[in-house]
T-cell receptor, first 112, second 112 residues
Framework: DAGITQSPRHKVTETGTPVTLRCHQTENHRYMYWYRQDPGHGLRLIHYSYGVKDTDKGEVSDGYSVSRSKTEDFLLTLESATSSQTSVYFC???????????FGPGTRLTVT | DAKTTQPNSMESNEEEPVHLPCNHSTISGTDYIHWYRQLPSQGPEYVIHGLTSNVNNRMASLAIAEDRKSSTLILHRATLRDAAVYYCILSSSGGGADGLTFGKGTHLIIQP
């Protein structure tokens, strides 16, 4: 299995509070991604990174920010969590732009 | 982005071959065809990908139509562990955000 972990695995937070999810990889892959998955939807891309300090927006980036200060870590921040951000968040890594992606185990976030 | 069409669900028997279809009639010449699957309560898992020629790996085979407007994922001998949602995804080198665009996929049910 690809060395990719997510923390925390579960989190319950209140509306309006900031939340940071962490994705950590040990594969030295260049590309990292954050997706969210909601019932009735496939995974949707939030943000991605193509190198240290190089990030770009995905399909559903509003309300989210990301940072990548090291190759191995990609952080997803909800500045002020809302109930609509209750979801399962998956991180993925890839060695190349069109290479296969390896997914982490997911973080279940509940915003009350 | 080119889209894919898959049946919502399919059912098969254990130890029999399974053919999962995917239509992508608006595929461009630079689109790769990817297949991922997602087991219950897990992140997606890469299965196989190809561009023009048929591809085989230890998990499955990918048969791509000559006009590339459709493809079929073949599981040669299904097991209960193959019960999952299977996603057919196109990724393009023609610009746009990186990352994969997941549809709703095909829910594969394996009967013992």
């Amino acid at each position: 299995d690809a060395g990719i972990t997510q923390s925390p695995r579960h989190k319950v937070t209140e509306t309006g509070t900031p939340v940071t999810l962490r994705c950590h990889q040990t594969e030295n892959h260049r590309y990292m991604y954050w997706y969210r998955q909601d019932p009735g939807h496939g995974l949707r891309l939030i943000h991605y990174s193509y190198g240290v300090k190089d990030t770009d927006k995905g399909e559903v980036s509003d309300g989210y920010s990301v940072s990548r200060s090291k190759t191995e870590d990609f952080l997803l921040t909800l500045e002020s969590a809302t109930s609509s951000q209750t979801s399962v968040y998956f991180c993925a890594i890839s060695g190349g732009r069109f290479d296969e992606q390896y997914f982490g185990p997911g973080t279940r976030l509940t915003v009350t | 982005d080119a889209k894919t069409t898959q049946p919502n669900s399919m059912e098969s028997n254990e130890e029999e071959p399974v053919h999962l279809p995917c239509n992508h009639s608006t595929i461009s010449g630079t689109d790769y065809i990817h297949w991922y699957r997602q087991l219950p309560s897990q992140g997606p898992e890469y299965v196989i990908h190809g561009l023009t020629s048929n591809v085989n790996n230890r998990m499955a085979s990918l048969a791509i139509a000559e006009d590339r407007k459709s493809s079929t994922l073949i599981l040669h001998r299904a097991t209960l562990r193959d019960a999952a949602v299977y996603y057919c995804i196109l990724s393009s080198s023609g610009g746009g955000a990186d990352g994969l665009t997941f549809g709703k996929g095909t829910h594969l049910i394996i009967q013992p």
